[in-house]
Each structure stands twice: as structure tokens, then as C-alpha cells.
């Protein structure tokens, strides 16, 4: 069985100032990673996804995560946020041969001018 | 495409009621999943449908009915509600062993569904 923990509940940011949300995971196998978006009110949107090859993944609205095997991570981050940044952010894993996505408790990112 | 669609948006139910959540994606995906989302535990998976005539319990599937009516369609049905089950429920789909390797592994989700049970 895998698990996935977001080490942050809420982010609170200011408008231009970077972010980084922070991802772990554990599994007996390999695995593929996952970061979701959601807006308020309104589904999920898949924001970037590691299958394989280089390790810095970058995904849609600027933002990029790196995968780190060793340490299990799978870390989030944006040079600059928007307030249009302002939401919930998911970290999801499958493994290898599965489809199934086990999801983490979410991190809130607050953007303030 | 219209993606994934679930009705209703929102719903009401008084304890003991019945209700049918519906969900339908026109991508030809052969996979489909209901989960429910409560704040700080993410999302759980209630049921899943590898493909079109098969459904298996998920993480939390006590409470809860599926049927996988065809390619498209997948329902979740309460049969008797209980305040527990006030939460959001999202429907999602994906094609995980498909040729395109662009989406391979995606899950596509609904709007979700926001029901209360008093």
C-alpha cells in the first residue's frame, strides 16, 4: 500500500513571492506522481505529472515539481504566484502496473497582494 | 467534449432518504472512479470501474452502490443517507493503459456534487 503526506495544511503568500509545497510518499514500489489543482468550487485539474525520464518535471501555469527518489518527495513549487494561484493543491500517487490514485490531505495556498 | 459530467450540483437529503448521483464522460475512456472529498483528508476512493461491466470497492465503499451502466455512465447511489455521508463527490476517468502516453495515467474529474444530509 502507498501513502502520500503534504507537510503543509495552509500556505499563506504574498502576490510575486515564491512557494513550495511539500510532497512525501511511501510505497514498496515504484510509482508515478501527480499534482492536482482545485480552484474553489470546481473539480480537479491535473497541474503536472512524473511517469519517467528527468526528475524536474514543469507543468501548467508555471509551475514545477521535482522528484526526488531518495527521499521520497515530490515537491511543488512556483518562482512567482498570482492571486489567481489561490486554491487547493493535491499530490496523488499510482505505482507501477495500477491506476488507482491515493491522494494527500491537500495544502491551501492563500495569495494576498 | 464536454470532459466529465455529474448531476445534480447540489442536493439536499433528510437522514434515511435515497438519492442517485450520475456521472458520464465522452472521452472514450475505459476507467471511471467516485470519490468523496472532506477537509484535510483529500480525497478517498468510494468505488472504481476498471472498464465497462466491472465495478470493485474502494478505500471507503460502506454506505454506497455503483453501477457502470455502460462505457459512459457510472452512478454512485445512496440507499439510505446518514449525516457521514454530507460531503463533496466527485466522479473521475481515465484511459491508464492507452495508446496516447500524453494523458496515460490521468484522471479527468467531474465538477463534483455537494450534497448535505440533515
Known amino acids: 500500500a502507498q501513502s502520500v503526506t503534504q507537510l503543509d495544511s495552509q500556505v499563506p503568500v504574498f502576490e510575486e513571492a515564491p512557494v513550495e509545497l511539500r510532497c512525501n510518499y511511501s510505497s514498496s514500489v515504484s510509482v508515478y506522481l501527480f499534482w492536482y489543482v482545485q480552484y474553489p468550487n470546481q473539480g480537479l485539474q491535473l497541474l503536472l505529472k512524473y511517469l519517467s525520464g528527468s526528475t524536474l518535471v514543469k507543468g501548467i501555469n508555471g509551475f514545477e515539481a521535482e522528484f526526488n527518489k531518495s527521499q521520497t518527495s515530490f515537491h511543488l513549487r512556483k518562482p512567482s504566484v498570482h492571486i489567481s494561484d489561490t486554491a487547493e493543491y493535491f499530490c496523488?500517487?499510482?505505482?507501477?502496473?495500477?491506476?488507482?490514485?491515493?491522494f494527500g490531505a491537500g495544502t491551501t495556498v492563500t495569495v494576498r497582494a | 467534449n464536454a470532459g466529465v459530467t455529474q448531476t445534480p450540483k447540489f442536493q439536499v437529503l433528510k437522514t434515511g432518504q435515497s438519492m442517485t448521483l450520475q456521472c458520464a464522460q465522452d472521452m472514450n475512456h475505459n476507467s471511471m472512479y467516485w470519490y468523496r472529498q472532506d477537509p484535510g483528508m483529500g480525497l478517498r476512493l468510494i468505488y472504481y470501474?476498471?472498464?465497462?461491466?466491472?465495478?470493485d470497492k474502494g478505500e471507503v465503499p460502506n454506505g454506497y452502490n455503483v453501477s457502470r451502466l455502460n462505457k459512459r455512465e457510472f452512478s454512485l447511489r445512496l440507499e439510505s443517507a446518514a449525516p457521514s455521508q454530507t460531503s463533496v463527490y466527485f466522479c473521475?476517468?481515465?484511459?491508464?493503459?492507452?495508446?496516447?502516453?500524453?494523458?496515460?495515467?490521468?484522471?479527468?474529474f467531474g465538477p463534483g456534487t455537494r450534497l448535505t444530509v440533515t
Open positions: 496523488a500517487v499510482t505505482p507501477w502496473g495500477d491506476y488507482k490514485l491515493s
Open positions: 473521475a476517468s481515465s484511459d491508464p493503459y492507452g495508446l496516447q502516453s500524453v494523458t496515460k495515467r490521468e484522471q479527468y
Open positions: 470501474s476498471a472498464s465497462e461491466g466491472t465495478t
